[in-house]
């Protein structure tokens, strides 16, 4: 049997270049070899995103983002989260297994705490119990497909951890291999790919190359990223420029040898060096962007991709939750 791999992205924004790189790309690359099941995480998006018109709007944007990045639905499942209610049953079922102590040092949690005692506010205020529980809905994204690998940026490997603990758990209590145990696969080279300011590119980071603008647009962006104050004819260290970081990514071997003697040898301003990142950014990307504008133009055929994609994925978590049930002593 294929091993399975499985990653979900959230509706919460538009997709940027971090997304890209450190997620679609990376798991469109394992679904050469592996049963791939790539998602939408609406009601994780939920937490955040309370306005219809923006959920709505951005679980389509992220579903056309897999399939302009090159996702053939006829080999790969591309479902909405909301559509396979078999992830809930599984969510309930796996809370019984999950400590509150997990829960309490999840990152994303620790966080918005964290920025409540900053300010002196209520430790809880603003956090909800989606929150509070995400790391549990996602274990069950996961468990609920058998998943052996999942492509995910460095930030979400507590995460995966933590579904690795409720699914030993569960294992460990029923003393046999009920849930299979996923792992992470993390791309090394672009575990995280930093943004404007040289920070990780992040939306909540206001530092984001959108994935999806316009040509324009991305010429604007990239102009703005943030330099040091060398002049123009100081030589320059690629290998510590975020702009050579990106460049790498888009640019072939030969050009990326190129450039990088250039900004050694000095002579070359910033100007210029983010010129060459749009030309090769802009290359890579423009091909993706007609597809996303044509496939965007049309949600009722994408619609109907993500409910074949559904029809297909609910009989595998199905099976996983009469496993799961017969082993609790709930079947039925
Ligand atoms: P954001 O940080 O912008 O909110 P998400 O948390 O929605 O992004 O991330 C969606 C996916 O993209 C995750 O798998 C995450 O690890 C990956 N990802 C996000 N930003 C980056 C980045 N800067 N570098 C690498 N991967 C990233
Ligand atoms: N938490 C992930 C993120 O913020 C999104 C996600 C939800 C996910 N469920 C998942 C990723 C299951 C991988 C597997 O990006």
Redesign the pocket.
């Known amino acids: 049997m294929r091993k399975v791999s499985l990653?979900g992205?959230?509706p919460?924004?538009s997709l940027?270049i971090?997304?890209y790189?450190?997620?679609?790309k990376p798991a469109l690359e394992l679904a050469k070899e592996f049963d791939a099941r790539y998602f939408i995480a609406d009601y994780h998006g939920l937490n955040t995103i309370k306005d219809p018109k923006e959920l709505n709007f951005t679980i389509r944007h992220v579903a056309a983002g897999w399939l302009a990045a090159g996702l053939d639905p006829e080999r790969v499942l591309l479902y909405r989260q909301s559509s396979i209610p078999e992830i809930f049953e599984l969510t309930v079922m796996l809370m019984a297994f999950t400590s509150k102590g997990l829960m309490n040092r999840a990152h994303a949690y620790k966080a918005a705490v964290q920025v409540n005692a900053d300010k002196g506010d209520d430790l809880d205020a603003g956090v909800n119990m989606g929150l509070f529980t995400y790391p549990v809905l996602m274990a069950a994204d996961i468990i609920a497909f058998d998943s052996d690998v999942v492509?995910?940026?460095?930030?979400?490997v507590q995460h995966i951890e933590m579904a690795q603990d409720i699914a030993g758990a569960v294992n460990a209590n029923y003393k046999k291999p009920v849930l299979k145990v996923p792992k992470a696969a993390i791309q090394d080279s672009?575990?995280?790919?930093?943004?404007l300011d040289g920070r990780?590119?992040?939306?909540?980071y206001n530092n984001?190359i959108e994935l999806f603008c316009s040509e324009a647009v991305l010429q604007k962006t990239i102009m703005r990223m943030v330099t040091n104050s060398q002049g123009v004819e100081e030589p320059k260290d690629p290998d510590s420029s975020h702009i050579f970081s990106l460049y790498k990514f888009f640019a072939d071997q030969g050009e990326q040898d190129a450039l990088a003697a250039r900004y050694r040898a000095g002579g070359m301003g910033w100007g210029v060096a983010k010129e060459e990142l749009f030309r090769v950014t802009n290359r890579a990307l423009s091909p993706m962007r007609e597809r996303y504008e044509a496939i965007i133009a049309d949600i009722p055929a994408l619609d109907k991709i993500l409910e074949q994609g559904a029809e297909k994925a609910r009989p595998i978590a199905a099976a996983t939750i009469k496993r799961l049930r017969k082993a609790c002593g709930i079947d039925s």
């Open positions: 990653t992205i959230k919460t924004g940027h971090g997304n790189l450190g997620a679609i492509p995910v940026g460095q930030d979400q672009v575990a995280t790919v930093a943004g990780k590119m992040s939306k909540s984001a």
